[in-house]
């Protein structure tokens, strides 16, 4: 299973993990809700369980994704500064269906 992040999302995530209450946590990407073809994402801190994966990206930050969910694969989590802040968590390999935070 793969997992994209750019610059500025692997920047906010990271001073998100300095803080204590992520000691010894990842962040799971996992599906809120589907609307036919397409899933709705969101981002938590959270510990690996048996049915998860975790997936490396080239950002040195781990992710956990569950086993076996083919939405979360490929998954591409990214940060915007302009307009306004804001997360947007895709699957190009699903279609191009977004979530905005």
Request: aromatic share 8%; glycine share 4%; proline share 3%.
């Amino acid at each position: 299973m793969k997992v994209k992040i750019n610059r500025n999302a692997a920047k906010a995530l990271k001073k998100m993990l300095e803080k204590e209450e992520a000691l010894g946590k990842m962040f799971r990407v996992y599906v809120t809700h589907m609307h036919g073809d397409h899933a709705h994402y969101e981002l938590k801190l959270d510990t690996p369980t048996s049915n998860d994966e975790v997936v490396k990206t080239d950002k040195d930050i781990d992710f956990i994704l569950e086993k076996g969910d083919e939405y979360l694969d490929g998954v591409w989590i990214q940060f915007f500064h302009l307009p306004k802040e804001e997360w947007l968590i895709t699957n190009p390999s699903k279609g191009d269906h977004h979530h905005h935070h």
